[in-house]
């Protein structure tokens, strides 16, 4: 994908896919969001997530514990949560929140699809084109 598909995304668009490059809780969507854009109703800021997901651009799923070699315990995106959940899930208030505990398990993060991150990152032919 080019530069101009990028900027073709609304800022809420390109919100959802800086949270989903970050690997940070769906609240975090909200630090990427300017004060009007902010206080747009769930339901609205919900619908264009869904828009993403239906073009295959981004994935929601639940932090699940995970312990590596090393023993140390960490997160990773758990399963996709279906789409035809995503309604019920996104229309919770906590799902927008950081989670009162600190523990991310089992709260919602997005997830960029292979199709996702062609669209968030310049192609190396077109770094090309725009260095000096």
Do not use: K
Not at 32 to 61: H, K, N, T, Y
Not at 111 to 120: C, I, K, N, Q, Y
């Amino acid at each position: 994908m080019s530069h101009r598909d990028w900027e073709r995304l609304t800022n809420v668009e390109r919100a959802f896919f800086t949270n989903a490059f970050e690997s940070d809780l769906l609240a975090g969507v909200f630090g990427d969001l300017d004060p009007a854009e902010r206080d747009m109703p769930l339901g609205e800021l919900a619908q264009i997530l869904l828009s993403l997901i239906d073009r295959g651009f981004i994935e929601v799923r639940r932090y699940a514990r995970w312990i590596p070699d090393d023993g140390r315990e960490g997160l990773t995106p758990g399963e996709v949560i279906h789409r035809r959940d995503l309604s019920q899930v996104l229309a919770d208030p906590e799902t927008w929140e950081y989670p009162d505990d600190c523990s991310w398990v089992g709260a919602i993060t997005l997830v960029e699809t292979d199709a996702g991150r062609s669209l968030s990152r310049i192609s190396p032919d077109e770094m090309a084109h725009d260095e000096p």
